[in-house]
């Protein structure tokens, strides 16, 4: 992709900043948003940063028929010094690229991606909460927009990145939360998008969240699609579990999202020298390491929940608590560090962070 110019409209009307401390997950959006078209034959051209405000589609176009859709979802944190970090974006933009290899749509080039986020991110830098426990979550998506109701690939997409202040996912913060074992309903199985972070993925476990949520669960643990029996992942966040001194991650197996977090885990563990593997992992051995007193703690990671301790699996109407449904210590230790890292307040050995402290030059400003 040759580098093109982004067009920059600036938006006149900036709405009211939320308080920090009122801040949820995903209702607010910044002033801006940056889009992008793609035409087949043409490529990717008119790559703008405009003001955010709903956009028109056409009622054929095959994203509302056939789902052609991916995302990502990365953070973004001012530091003490008043810098804008990012964390491992290039590896949210190269996932995208995978997902959208997966469902037939066409790559976006990563370096233009996150000089788009850069750029965006200048422009809306006063969105960036500082309080702790808050973030800007960034949301790049692809859409299928070619008017056409025939099963195909679409040959005209919008590639998009909007911005939301955010607060913790969960309701409950950082306390553990309680989790519900899923037996009737599945995610995904091999060979599917399960690895692919596009919308199909999410819109199938609704029901099954819906239930969780009746019956006063946070979230759902899926099994695996065939046997229904080993761990896959939880509604929104990849699984750990503490186990005999050894931290146990299923592995990734085409269903699993190959989680940026969870990779991030597994090398802050490597280089803790923890004990970590990736492997199958049944929910009948973690029933049982929880009755010998084997299990010591379990949390999800994700870029939306960061780390989440998980204080209750409910398996078949049974109530496993999960270290006496408390935050364990490894939990702690991984969410103190992973966060300082993001925020800049704990030294970074891995590279993972980038700084945005000098503002991009803006190629055309209107
Ligand atoms: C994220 O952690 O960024 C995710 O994409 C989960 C999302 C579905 C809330």
């Known amino acids: 992709m040759t580098k093109q110019t982004i067009k920059i409209v600036l938006n006149k009307n900036k709405k009211e900043k939320p308080e920090a401390q009122q801040l949820e997950f995903g209702k607010v959006f910044t002033d801006h948003m940056f889009i992008s078209e793609y035409t087949e034959g043409i490529g990717w051209f008119d790559h703008q940063i405009v003001p955010y405000e709903p956009i028109a589609f056409d009622p054929a176009a095959t994203v509302f028929h056939y789902g052609q859709t991916v995302f990502e979802g990365l953070k973004a944190y001012v530091d003490k010094n008043g810098n804008v970090r990012l964390f491992r974006p290039e590896e949210n933009m190269k996932r995208l690229n995978l997902s959208a290899d997966r469902l037939c749509m066409p790559r976006f080039d990563v370096e233009t991606a996150l000089e788009a986020l850069k750029q965006l991110l200048i422009i809306d830098r006063e969105w960036i909460p500082s309080l702790e426990g808050t973030s800007l979550y960034i949301r790049p998506f692809m859409v ?6 025939g099963v195909a690939p679409s040959k005209k997409y ?4 909007i ?9 409950e913060g950082i306390k553990p939360i309680k989790i519900l074992v899923e037996n009737a309903y599945v995610r995904a199985v091999s060979g599917g998008t ?18 969780a949520d009746q019956k006063g669960y946070s979230q759902v643990l899926w099994l695996d699609g065939i046997e229904r029996k080993y ?8 699984v750990f579990f503490k186990i005999n001194g050894e931290v146990i991650t299923p592995m990734l197996n085409g269903s699993i999202l190959d989680g940026i977090t969870r990779k991030s885990i597994i090398e802050l563990l490597h280089h803790w020298k923890i004990p970590v593997i990736e492997r ?3 929910m009948k051995e973690i029933k049982d390491a929880i009755y010998s007193g084997e299990l010591e703690e379990a949390f999800g990671t994700g870029t939306a929940a960061v780390i989440s301790p998980i204080g209750e699996l ?6 496993l608590s999960i270290n006496r ?9 991984l969410y103190d560090t992973l966060t300082g890292i993001q925020n800049g307040d704990v030294a970074d050995p891995f590279g993972w962070t980038m700084q945005i402290d000098n503002p991009v030059p803006v190629q055309q400003i209107i």
Request: hydrophobic letters at 35%; zero cysteines.
């Open 144 to 149: 299928a927009t070619e008017p056409y109701l």
């Open 158 to 161: 919008k590639f998009m990145i």
């Open 163 to 171: 911005l939301s202040p955010v607060g913790s996912y969960y309701k």
């Open 194 to 211: 399960g690895m692919a972070k596009t919308a199909g993925n999410y819109a199938s476990g609704l029901r099954a969240q819906e239930i």
């Open 231 to 238: 761990i896959e992942e939880v509604g929104s966040m990849n």
């Open 280 to 282: 199958k992992i049944s």
């Open 314 to 319: 409910n398996w078949n109407d049974e109530k």
């Open 325 to 333: 449904g408390l935050t364990g210590d490894i939990s702690k230790r």
